[in-house]
């Protein structure tokens, strides 16, 4: 009986033992040559499947063969497996159980490589305290999520540390922002308490500063009984999604702004101009300029009818203040409030990274990416914002791609080596289709 249970467990562990082999062996194979990483990659998974299956089905007959021969019980061999194949199961719904009641710690990463948020997940969403931090590593934020929404406590933090904000939230809107519910309290960054708020669903209930807000359509309307304002306000707050409201100096008619419009940063208690503008009947008319914190013009464009019309152009900040504006960010031509002509966006320092081209506010030509060098990462055609026709696109090793869009669906591509070799064709035909064609480095088709 003993040797019986000793075969058994040696006959079951045989099975990951052989799998873990294959793996090895496959993982030694090259599967690159004369075709792209995805083809590589597809080559080396189906050959592990196909093999492991193939050495698990020779020592299921194997073992069998061996049980009945030395034991006479052929069942041994039979069990091992099924035994195998349970625990496996058992494992795989431990594993899915642990996932979906236990939540698992995570980090996220900005483009930079910095850490941007920390917290922990349930069943891959948002779950318990999650911290947001600033490119800079200081803690943005600290919120209560449960099951993916945000629900309880909630804090924000200045650059230093201290407290800016801090209440309740309940919910997110259609932007995933977290909906204020309940006492609000915020902080100026010499501690100073500014204003202390109270939400239900993120309606502004009261405010022990400010007399205004503006509500979901958009109108200026008095805390008190919630109805649109008419008078005349100057360097006056109103309540927005910001926590601490800018200063307005207009006229408004009926919760709309009209006439001339100047709104204000407070920043270490002087007041610095964030927009210049003229309103008519709640509708932009005329130049209308946005400045940075820093006094730096932000953008300046012209409107009619609350329609941008003409040149719009947007800056980036810079260090050199006494500029009147730092490098352009982005700029197109617009005609009723639609992109029209060459889009252009640029970095900090000038360069040119991405080109678009609109006909009536819609894609229609080449739209190019560049990387922070200049060198070209991508161009695709467009036509009646859809992709169609050519396109090239760069990857970072040096491997590139030609193809052919049509009706925005990928129908040609071509696969090239950093050397320049071709490595592949791949072609997608309208019943479905799929058709590919490997090369290796001299451009000998392989078959």
């Known amino acids: 009986m003993k040797m019986k249970l000793l075969f058994f467990f040696v006959t079951a562990a045989v099975y990951p033992l052989l799998v873990g082999a294959v793996a090895l062996i496959v993982r030694l194979i090259n599967f690159s040559a004369g075709t ?142 977290g909906i204020p519910d309940g006492t609000w309290s915020y902080y100026r960054q010499d501690g100073r308490l500014d204003d202390r708020r109270i939400y239900e669903k993120g309606e502004l209930l009261s405010s022990e500063k400010y007399l205004y807000y503006c509500d979901s359509a958009g109108l200026i309307c008095t805390i008190a009984d919630r109805r649109p304002f008419t008078g005349r306000l100057e360097k006056t707050g109103i309540v927005r999604k910001a926590f601490f409201p800018n200063l307005f100096t207009t006229q408004v008619k009926e919760g709309v702004c009209d006439g001339g419009y100047c709104e204000y940063y407070t920043i270490d208690g002087r007041l610095t101009v964030a927009k210049t503008a003229t309103y008519i009947d709640g509708k932009l008319d005329g130049a209308v300029k946005t400045y940075h914190p820093n006094g730096q013009l932000r953008s300046e464009g012209f409107y009619a009818g609350g329609e941008t019309q003409g040149r719009y152009t947007t800056y980036h900040a810079d260090s050199t203040a006494f500029r009147p504006h730092g490098n352009i960010e982005y700029c197109c031509d617009y005609l009723d409030d639609e992109r029209y002509g060459t889009a252009r966006w640029y970095d900090e320092d000038g360069r040119l990274r991405m080109e678009e081209e609109y006909v009536e506010g819609k894609l229609e030509g080449a739209v190019k990416r560049y990387d922070s060098h200049g060198k070209l990462l991508s161009v695709y055609t467009y036509r009646d914002d859809r992709k169609e026709g050519p396109y090239e696109t760069h990857d970072s090793d040096g491997w590139y791609y030609k193809g052919r869009y049509k009706n925005d669906k990928l129908v040609y591509r071509e696969t090239y080596r950093s050397d320049g070799s071709l490595s592949s064709t791949s072609e997608w035909t309208d019943d479905g289709g799929f058709i590919q064609n490997n090369y290796d480095k001299n451009g000998e088709l392989i078959k």
């Open 36 to 177: 792209d990483p995805a083809g590589a990659g597809m080559a080396r998974g189906f050959t592990f499947i196909y093999s492991s299956i193939f050495v698990c089905i020779v020592w299921f007959i194997l073992s069998i063969v061996l049980a009945q021969v030395y034991f006479r019980a052929w069942w041994i061999g039979l069990l091992a497996p099924v035994t195998v194949a349970i625990i496996l199961q058992a494992i795989f719904f431990g594993q899915n159980y642990i996932r979906d009641h236990v939540p698992h710690s995570y980090t996220e990463y900005d483009a930079d490589g910095n850490v941007c948020e920390t917290g922990k997940k349930l069943r891959f969403r948002r779950h318990g305290k999650i911290t947001e931090y600033r490119s800079d590593g200081t803690v943005w934020s600290v919120e209560t999520y449960r099951h993916g929404e945000p629900d309880g406590p909630c804090e924000f933090f200045y650059p230093d540390g201290k407290m800016m904000a801090k209440g309740r939230e309940k919910g997110h809107d259609r932007k995933l922002t």
